[in-house]
């Protein structure tokens, strides 16, 4: 499968891989994957799958003596928010916040789709093929049998406030306006919430067979469900340490223009415009015409939309550290930090802080002041959705923040930023400019049979230990 499907069947082999190469017993990486297709309560109906999850857990701190690290990616986050949900009805009141420090150290959350992402309106309207060699018509009628579709669908940050363009917008045309004489396309748009709440599938019933069934699920599923609707914004978890990690200044789609095609179901709606959130946060439409709306700071990661993925921003304390600092590794002359910035709820958090065109940051927003543990979002430059987990940078900086909470020498809730050292070979490379290595204090040249570049046989001096001591000297 992976030759056709390349990527999207191997996730997590490059962090499973990494986290092996720096000493962590892969006996200690527990897995536990769910039926995608599924909508959280049929998930637990038939596969008991948060009963599961939770015995992994309480197994997990019977063998290894310590609570666990949680990471989720995509709608990975959405399926751990429902599980946290479940266990309030499986533990007593008393006893929930107990079973969460007990049994969960830290949560990491990479590329969550806080407030749901456009693209899951464009699945269920047109399809999407993420590249496989099938029709879009093909991949609607195949999404429109999972029930877990519209767990991904865009929603209001106030649930019953009507969001602006940059949230995302539908625009549908039809010839149902008649003045008597002749028929007028009348076009109708629709917001993030009328989109949740079931406006649009009940106005466009008219014109789509499927609509019916989509209500029915949306309300069945999540709008109805029993336990919460997930489609409404998450508040902090009650979890001790807390990493929100995404992928910024991409050109990512946030609203259409759809229009009736002609055609039956499964090919009932033809994309007639979209709009795009780009570096920047500027809104732009595919056929150059004007958009209006507020824009974002930046944009998103290529998949969800920025003001979805920083929804977690919220979660942070009423001061908040700042730190802008190069992706690769540094000498700490290109970092900036503005501390104790002042953070309201809901209101965005934006520092003066100066960009160099040509390099990739990763921008860090810490707690400085927190009633809640540590809450950290890290904001990395042109990472895009699904290589955000695979990011080499990304893992070691969540490698740094586990030794630090844990290091005798540690000062400081969070990791400084004022250096990075390299940590990997593959952090060391070949200047051409000098004709050596680059790093030289750091790296050397060690060739290997079997490389093919000179970049490749540029190796760390050091063990990778010994480089991550040096940065918690300093």
């Given at each position: 499968?992976?030759?056709?499907?390349?990527?999207?069947?191997?996730?997590?082999?490059?962090?499973?891989?990494?986290?092996?190469?720096?000493?962590?017993?892969?006996?200690?990486?527990w897995?536990?994957?769910?039926?995608?297709?599924?909508?959280?309560?049929?998930?637990?109906?038939?596969?008991?799958?948060?009963?599961?999850?939770?015995?992994?857990?309480?197994?997990a701190?019977?063998?290894r003596?310590?609570?666990?690290?949680?990471?989720?990616?995509?709608?990975?986050?959405?399926?751990?928010?429902?599980?946290l949900?479940?266990?309030?009805?499986e533990?007593?009141?008393?006893l929930?916040?107990?079973?969460?420090?007990?049994?969960?150290?830290?949560?990491?959350s990479?590329?969550?789709?806080?407030?749901?992402?456009?693209?899951?309106?464009k699945?269920?309207?047109?399809?999407?093929?993420?590249?496989?060699?099938?029709?879009?018509?093909?991949?609607?009628l195949?999404?429109?049998?999972?029930?877990?579709s519209?767990?991904?669908?865009?929603?209001?940050?106030?649930?019953?406030?009507?969001?602006?363009?940059?949230?995302?917008?539908?625009?549908?045309?039809?010839?149902?306006?008649d003045?008597?004489?002749?028929?007028?396309?009348?076009?109708?748009?629709?917001?993030?919430?009328?989109?949740?709440?079931?406006?649009?599938?009940?106005?466009?019933?008219?014109?789509?067979?499927?609509?019916?069934?989509?209500?029915?699920?949306?309300?069945?599923?999540?709008?109805?469900?029993?336990?919460?609707?997930?489609?409404?914004?998450?508040?902090?978890?009650?979890?001790?340490?807390?990493?929100?990690?995404?992928?910024?200044?991409?050109?990512?789609?946030?609203?259409?223009?759809?229009?009736?095609?002609?055609?039956?179901?499964?090919?009932?709606w033809?994309?007639?415009?979209?709009?795009y959130e780009?570096?920047?946060?500027?809104?732009?439409?595919?056929?150059?015409?004007?958009?209006?709306?507020?824009?974002?700071?930046?944009s998103?990661?290529?998949t969800?939309?920025?003001?979805?993925?920083?929804?977690?921003?919220?979660?942070?304390?009423?001061?908040?550290?700042?730190?802008?600092?190069?992706?690769?590794?540094?000498?700490?002359?290109?970092?900036?930090?503005?501390?104790?910035?002042?953070?309201q709820?809901?209101i965005?958090?934006v520092?003066?802080?100066?960009r160099?065109?040509?390099?990739?940051?990763?921008?860090?927003?810490?707690?400085?002041?927190?009633?809640?543990?540590?809450?950290?979002?890290w904001?990395?430059?042109?990472?895009?959705?699904?290589?955000?987990?695979?990011?080499p940078v990304?893992?070691?900086?969540?490698?740094?923040?586990?030794?630090?909470?844990?290091?005798?020498?540690?000062?400081?809730?969070?990791?400084?930023?004022?250096?990075?050292h390299?940590?990997?070979d593959?952090?060391?490379?070949?200047?051409?400019?000098?004709?050596?290595?680059?790093?030289?204090?750091h790296?050397?040249?060690?060739?290997?049979?079997?490389?093919?570049?000179?970049?490749?046989s540029c190796?760390?001096?050091?063990?990778?230990?010994?480089?991550?001591?040096?940065?918690?000297?300093?």
């Amino acid at each position: 499968p992976g030759y056709i499907t390349g990527p999207l069947s191997s996730v997590w082999r490059d962090w499973v891989h990494w986290s092996v190469e720096f000493g962590i017993d892969a006996n200690n990486i527990w897995a536990v994957p769910y039926d995608w297709r599924l909508p959280g309560s049929v998930l637990e109906e038939r596969d008991l799958y948060f009963h599961r999850l939770k015995l992994t857990f309480e197994t997990a701190l019977k063998l290894r003596r310590g609570p666990a690290l949680v990471f989720a990616h995509s709608m990975g986050n959405n399926v751990f928010r429902y599980f946290l949900e479940w266990l309030k009805l499986e533990i007593a009141p008393k006893l929930y916040q107990q079973w969460i420090d007990d049994h969960i150290y830290a949560y990491i959350s990479v590329g969550s789709p806080f407030l749901g992402a456009a693209e899951a309106l464009k699945a269920t309207l047109s399809g999407i093929t993420f590249g496989l060699p099938i029709l879009e018509g093909t991949s609607r009628l195949m999404c429109n049998t999972f029930g877990s579709s519209l767990w991904m669908l865009p929603f209001s940050s106030n649930c019953h406030a009507i969001e602006n363009a940059g949230a995302s917008f539908l625009g549908v045309s039809d010839d149902t306006k008649d003045t008597g004489e002749c028929s007028i396309p009348v076009q109708r748009s629709f917001s993030a919430r009328q989109i949740a709440d079931g406006t649009l599938f009940q106005e466009i019933g008219d014109l789509d067979t499927d609509s019916k069934r989509v209500l029915y699920q949306l309300h069945k599923f999540y709008l109805n469900n029993p336990l919460f609707n997930a489609l409404t914004p998450w508040d902090r978890p009650p979890i001790k340490n807390i990493f929100c990690v995404y992928g910024v200044n991409l050109r990512t789609e946030v609203g259409y223009h759809f229009a009736p095609s002609g055609k039956p179901y499964p090919n009932n709606w033809i994309i007639m415009d979209i709009i795009y959130e780009t570096e920047g946060g500027n809104l732009q439409s595919r056929s150059g015409a004007s958009v209006d709306g507020n824009p974002s700071t930046t944009s998103g990661d290529s998949t969800i939309p920025y003001h979805s993925l920083s929804w977690c921003k919220t979660w942070l304390g009423p001061r908040v550290n700042v730190t802008r600092a190069p992706q690769n590794a540094h000498d700490g002359s290109d970092v900036e930090e503005v501390l104790e910035m002042e953070h309201q709820y809901k209101i965005d958090i934006v520092p003066n802080l100066t960009r160099n065109s040509h390099v990739k940051y990763v921008t860090y927003y810490e707690d400085g002041i927190s009633n809640h543990g540590r809450t950290a979002v890290w904001e990395f430059d042109k990472v895009n959705h699904r290589n955000m987990v695979r990011s080499p940078v990304l893992m070691r900086e969540i490698l740094l923040e586990i030794v630090h909470s844990t290091h005798p020498n540690a000062t400081g809730k969070f990791v400084s930023k004022a250096i990075r050292h390299p940590i990997r070979d593959d952090d060391c490379y070949w200047d051409y400019a000098k004709a050596r290595c680059a790093i030289p204090e750091h790296c050397e040249y060690r060739y290997i049979f079997g490389d093919v570049h000179l970049g490749q046989s540029c190796r760390l001096r050091d063990s990778a230990s010994s480089m991550l001591q040096k940065i918690f000297d300093l």
